[in-house]
């Protein structure tokens, strides 16, 4: 190969493994934050409303711990709506309703899989 295209394909390669890394990450980060709202889902099931709001309290200081990083590298809107989404569930845990608490934190969980599907290295995402 030529010296002249070391540079940019080093280049391409960087952003190629930038790529692989933050959606690997993303999906961890993710993954993590559906599971800890599933066993806030759990805890409510069983009427424990106070380790309820505690696991949602854990899943959103994970979430604000990563604040920095998903507004660099996915859209503010979905972070933004996934924060709401945090407010809420934690408001229905505290005032122990039940079915507002089931509904938001399906949402929530769906909007966190959609947040780690926009960052997913495929075809779709690249074209």
């Known amino acids: 190969m030529k010296k002249g ?12 493994a930038f790529c692989l890394w933050n959606s690997a990450a993303m999906t961890a980060c993710t993954a993590r934050w559906r599971a800890q709202l599933e066993e806030a ?15 949602i309290r854990e899943s959103y200081a994970s979430w604000t711990a990563r604040q920095t990083y998903l507004h660099i590298v996915t859209s503010h809107d979905a972070v933004d709506g996934a924060e709401a989404m945090y407010h ?14 089931r509904a938001e934190l399906a949402d929530l969980r769906d909007q966190l899989r959609l947040l780690a599907e926009m960052e997913e290295f495929s075809l779709r995402n690249v074209l």
Request: glycine share 10%; net charge negative.
């Open 41 to 55: 889902e759990r805890l409510a099931a069983s009427g424990d409303w106070g380790g309820t709001a505690a696991a």
């Open 88 to 101: 809420r569930a934690l408001a229905f845990a505290e005032s122990e309703e039940d079915s507002e608490l």
């Open 5 to 16: 295209l070391l540079i940019p394909a080093g280049l391409l390669a960087a952003i190629l």
